[in-house]
């Protein structure tokens, strides 16, 4: 069966993204996603667009990853530009400041997924779960199970991959099975690919249930031992520089 490329997925390299500490990556990824939220139109979005150019060079993602990463939610994009352009109370036309706030959304959402595929195609799943484990360590003072919230992270982090290739597996069994999937009406399709959705849940739901015994085996308690040491100078000084970018994009109308 085909190997399937999912968007965002670990992949292993040598960039200056993957050399960067987890938690100095995560509170990056933090401020850049306040920063495309916040930052005013056209300046500060201008400038927010620049550190993801930067982002993209130092992990080396292609803006084609970008644009896949934002394929599933195109219907629901368009058709909040569609919604928000066309007026049809009033005097029936094409709003231009309403075609402009939609846009700047979309362009918004776009800085976001960029910024979150740089992150996660640079920084494995355990190390995700290390950096978020020991940037909560202190709400565990007011009794926040910080290690159960960082291993459901770095878990779900890691069915995402999986759940692609089952359904790409599911898919092809079926497909070979005279299934199809992509004839016919609306209706058809949704009937058709009822039998890829069915086999996907229940499949998952095994993969839960083994995971789960395998943890009970082995006594998880919800704890885990986080080994990352101080942050390198380089990273002190990248975390610095980008908490300035992102403030300089805020405070840019």
């Not at 990273?235 to 109308?253: E, K, P, Q, T």
Request: hydrophobic share 55%.
């Amino acid at each position: 069966m085909r190997s399937v490329r999912v968007p965002g997925a670990y992949a292993p390299g040598e960039t200056p993204l993957h050399r960067m500490d987890p938690r100095a990556k995560l509170v990056l990824l933090l401020a850049a996603t306040v920063a495309s939220f916040a930052s005013g139109a056209p300046w500060g979005l201008a400038v927010a667009a620049l550190g993801l150019v930067a982002a993209l060079a130092a992990s080396r993602t292609s803006p084609a990853t970008v644009l896949m990463g934002l394929r599933p939610a195109a219907i629901v994009l368009a058709l909040s530009v569609v919604s928000n352009a066309v007026v049809l109370v009033g005097q029936p036309g094409v709003s231009l400041d309403g075609l402009a706030r939609s846009v700047t959304v979309v362009c918004r959402i776009a800085l976001v997924v960029g910024f979150a595929l740089s992150f996660s195609s640079t920084t494995p799943p355990p190390a995700i779960a290390d950096a978020l484990a020991a940037l909560l360590a202190p709400l565990r003072r007011v009794g926040v199970p910080v290690g159960a919230i960082a291993t459901s992270s770095s878990i779900a982090l890691r069915f995402i991959p999986l759940t692609v290739e089952e359904v790409d597996r599911i898919r092809c069994a079926q497909r070979a099975r005279g299934a199809r999937l992509d004839e016919g009406g609306p209706l058809e399709r949704l009937r058709g690919w009822g039998q890829v959705l069915v086999p996907l849940v229940v499949g998952l739901f095994r993969r839960a249930d083994e995971l789960a015994s395998a943890m009970c085996d082995r006594c998880y308690t919800g704890e885990q031992t986080v080994l990352l040491g101080p942050l390198p100078g380089r990273d002190v000084v990248a975390l610095a520089v980008g908490v300035a970018w992102a403030a300089l994009a805020v405070a840019l109308a």
